[in-house]
């Protein structure tokens, strides 16, 4: 049964750097033929997506976000990341981790919260 | 790429339908029958109801269904329980692999 979880620090700085990892279980993110996806929602907010990497390492991302935004399969098998540079308290939000096939997300991450402050 | 629209919140008794509309544009919902509909529970992560515009995955209720007319999509729930009582999110492909999201609709049951 494919599983997925998020991981990383849940207190950044404005102007650091916002890094998770997603960590895949039942299935391999390099050789599937599924692509990994991240959205985050803002503290009572609704659900944005910030972008997308496939098996072979492609990444999609959400134009308002692209210059600040890098989504990459990990060294691991198991594992893609999200980094976020730049961020402001406006960057706080619920991140999660998804699998994205069919033009869907069929499966989250639990979630985590990360937060913004000095 | 601006969110697709939603209504803020509905509301209907045990046992009634339910509609709740996502209005995008021909470049989203209007451009491609890939919708798909998320159910989220306070505290939780969301999870998939319908994809494809119209399809359930396995595990989902056959109450609830999705269809499409030009840029508006709808999910209707019938025979609303009270564990159906959460917020619902539409989304759609916007192309180049590219997904926008609605702002969220809050379903009360009555």
């Known amino acids: 049964q494919l599983q997925l979880q998020e991981s990383g620090p849940g207190l950044v700085k404005p102007s650091g750097t916002l890094s998770l990892t997603c960590t895949v279980s039942?299935?391999?993110?390099?050789?599937?033929?599924?692509?990994w996806a991240w959205v985050r929602q803002p503290p009572g907010k609704g659900l944005e997506w910030i972008g997308s990497v496939s098996y072979s390492g492609s990444t999609y991302y959400k134009p308002s976000l692209k210059s600040r935004v890098t989504i990459s399969v990990g060294t691991s098998e198991n594992q893609f990341s999200l980094r976020l540079a730049s961020v402001t308290a406006t960057d706080t939000a619920v991140y999660y981790c998804?699998?994205?096939?069919?033009?869907?997300?069929?499966?989250w991450g639990q979630g985590t919260l990360v937060t913004v402050s000095s | 790429q601006s969110a697709l629209t939603q209504p803020r919140s509905v509301s209907g008794s045990p046992g009634q339908s339910v509609t709740i509309s996502c209005t995008g544009t021909?470049?989203?919902?209007?451009?491609?029958?890939?919708v798909s509909w998320y159910q989220q529970h306070p505290g939780k992560a969301p999870k998939v109801m319908i994809v494809d515009v119209s399809k359930r995955p396995s595990g989902v209720p056959d109450r609830f269904s999705g269809s499409k007319s030009g840029n508006t999509a709808s999910l209707t729930i019938s025979g609303l329980q009270a564990e159906d009582e959460a917020d619902y999110y539409c989304?759609?492909?916007?192309?180049?692999?590219?997904?926008?999201f609605g702002g969220g609709t809050k379903l009360t049951v009555l």
């Open positions: 021909s470049s989203d919902v209007g451009g491609y029958n890939y």
């Open positions: 039942g299935d391999s993110v390099s050789s599937s033929s599924s692509y």
């Open positions: 989304c759609s492909y916007a192309g180049s692999y590219n997904l926008v």
């Open positions: 998804a699998v994205y096939y069919g033009e869907a997300l069929h499966v």
